[in-house]
């Protein structure tokens, strides 16, 4: 629990944006969310460019895998949920149960970040400014108050890159530590800045594990080798762009060799952000202009979920130790339906428990 020094006079509501990301992935004509806070450029919400030309398809629910895959991963002894596209060689990362069950939440450091991938669905213009699920918080010990009114067991500190300010990072993750009493914490980072200094800070600072994205550096996994030292349960977690699904199987091999556990795929995510450059791509169909911008739903690009689904059942077949977990956007439509079925917390504490 916060210390009262810590507390704000106030304490936060539950965030809307919250409430209104759920919605959109739950139904199929969602609402426009008010754009995260962190996103409004100098000159205000008015000033902000379009984020793409093309709107966003509504969500729908995922399509199954062909039954000829479906039974291949069930002979290979694939678990999951094949109504929702989830499934993992094998155990589930600690970090992503509370997900799975609707109970974790982001706080976003910054949306500055050292690259510039296509696939990235950030806010642009990017923004320095801290976020906890699109909400803007004003101080460490406030996001430590918003995670706990959200009722949360989980956060992913995240960016944009984290690592650019591992100060301002540090004392986030000791000022959750403090506030909110048995928080799981992963930093979500590109790798490209990890030191064997920094990641003795993180350690020390509270972190639990780190996520680590390597589609941002071309799937290298030195990251991943030097961090291990600090965080065995590590994981690497990427999106996978189809035309690189032989690049994906090297890094897995190199994973698998250097005693990595887990990596997590996720289908490539269309979104206002990020459509045009998927387009571009031929990895999204381009669309009339003007509608979805800003809006923070998402689709998932087809040729990526069979990527996906692909690279699970090779994994399979091959015995890999590295666990293979593919989180869909079926999965992710799911969390936020179960986050959506919880009540909301009430005004005199933050609902743990429930
Ligand atoms: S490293 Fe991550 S945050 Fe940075 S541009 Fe790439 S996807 Fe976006």
């Not at 004509?29 to 793409?52: F, M, Q, T």
């Not at 291949?72 to 094949?82: A, E, I, N, Q, S």
């Not at 030097?226 to 090297?250: H, Q, S, T």
């Amino acid at each position: 629990m916060s210390s009262p020094g810590d507390r704000p006079r106030a304490k936060p509501r539950l965030s809307d944006t919250y409430e209104r990301y759920a919605l959109g992935l739950a139904r199929r004509e969602p609402r426009p969310p008010p754009l995260p806070a962190n996103a409004v450029p100098k000159g205000g919400r008015d000033a902000r460019p379009p984020a793409s030309t093309a709107p966003l398809p509504a969500p729908s629910r995922p399509a199954r895998p062909s039954a000829p895959l479906a039974a291949r991963l069930k002979r290979l002894g694939v678990k999951g949920w094949p109504r929702r596209r989830t499934f993992h060689t094998r155990a589930i990362p600690a970090g992503c149960r509370p997900c799975l069950e609707g109970r974790a939440s982001t706080l976003v450091v910054t949306t500055l970040c050292n690259r510039d991938c296509f696939f990235c669905f950030n806010p642009r213009p990017r923004a320095d400014a801290l976020s906890v699920h699109g909400r803007r918080a004003r101080s460490a010990a406030e996001a430590a108050a918003l995670l706990e009114g959200l009722g949360i067991e989980s956060v992913g500190v995240s960016g944009g890159e984290p690592l650019l300010f591992p100060v301002r990072t540090m004392k986030l993750v000791r000022a959750l530590r403090r506030g909110v009493e048995g928080l799981r914490i992963d930093v979500y980072t590109n790798g490209d800045l990890l030191t064997p200094a920094l990641l003795r800070g993180l350690k020390a600072a509270g972190v639990d594990s780190l996520r680590l994205n390597l589609a941002a550096n071309g799937y290298g996994p030195g990251p991943a080798r030097l961090a291990l030292g600090w965080f065995p349960d590590l994981a690497v977690e990427i999106p996978v762009i189809p035309a690189d699904e032989r690049k994906i199987w090297r890094l897995a091999l190199g994973l698998e060799e250097a005693g990595v556990r887990h990596l997590i795929l996720h289908e490539l995510f269309c979104s206002a952000q990020n459509a045009d450059a998927l387009g571009r791509r031929g990895l999204a169909a381009p669309l009339p202009a003007g509608r979805g911008a800003g809006r923070l739903t998402w689709s998932g690009v087809p040729a990526s979920a069979d990527a996906c689904l692909r690279l699970v059942a090779k994994a399979a077949e091959a015995g890999l130790r590295l666990g293979l977990y593919y989180c869909s956007t079926g999965t992710q439509q799911w969390i936020a339906e179960k986050a959506l079925r919880r009540p909301a917390p009430g005004p005199a504490g933050p609902g743990r428990g429930r």
